[in-house]
C-alpha cells in the first residue's frame, strides 16, 4: 500500500511560479513511475508529467514542455513539479498518482493523492 500527499498548490498570476510537492509514504516497486495529472472543471483528468522511480525516465505533456520540471528525491521519498510561466488554462486540481508503466494515462495509475487546488488568476 502507498499513500500519496500532494502539497503546494495556490493562487498565483499568470507568469508566476509554483512548486508543488508530492510525499509518498509505504511501499512500493522500483520500476515504479510517479506522475502528475490535472483535472480542471468539466474537462477530463489529463497527464502532466511523470518520472521514473530512478529519476532516469522523464516525459511531459506537449502544453507543459519548458515551463514545468519534474524531479525526484529518493531520500525524502517526495517527487516535485516545479512550475513556471504559469497561465490561466494551467488552474486546475493537481494530482500525483503511481503506477506501473511509464505512460501519461491516468487508467494505469494504482495509487492517488487527495490533490491540491492551482489557480492561476489576476
Known amino acids: 500500500q502507498l499513500q500519496l500527499v500532494e502539497s503546494g498548490g495556490g493562487l498565483v498570476q499568470p507568469g508566476g511560479s509554483l512548486r508543488l510537492s508530492c510525499a509518498a509514504s509505504?511501499?512500493?516497486?522500483?520500476?515504479?513511475?510517479i506522475g502528475w495529472f490535472r483535472q480542471a472543471p468539466g474537462k477530463e483528468r489529463e497527464g502532466v508529467s511523470i518520472?521514473?522511480?530512478?529519476?532516469?525516465?522523464?516525459d511531459y505533456a506537449d502544453s507543459v514542455k519548458g515551463r514545468f520540471t519534474i524531479s525526484i528525491d529518493n531520500a525524502k521519498n517526495t517527487v516535485y513539479l516545479e512550475m513556471n510561466s504559469l497561465k490561466p488554462e494551467d488552474t486546475a486540481v493537481y494530482y500525483c498518482?503511481?503506477?506501473?508503466?511509464?505512460?501519461?494515462?491516468?487508467?494505469?495509475?494504482?495509487?492517488w493523492g487527495q490533490g491540491t487546488q492551482v489557480t492561476v488568476s489576476s
Open positions: 518520472i521514473s522511480m530512478s529519476g532516469v525516465y522523464i
Open positions: 509505504g511501499t512500493t516497486s522500483n520500476y515504479a513511475y
Open positions: 498518482a503511481e503506477g506501473l508503466l511509464g505512460i501519461m494515462d491516468p487508467q494505469h495509475y494504482r495509487y
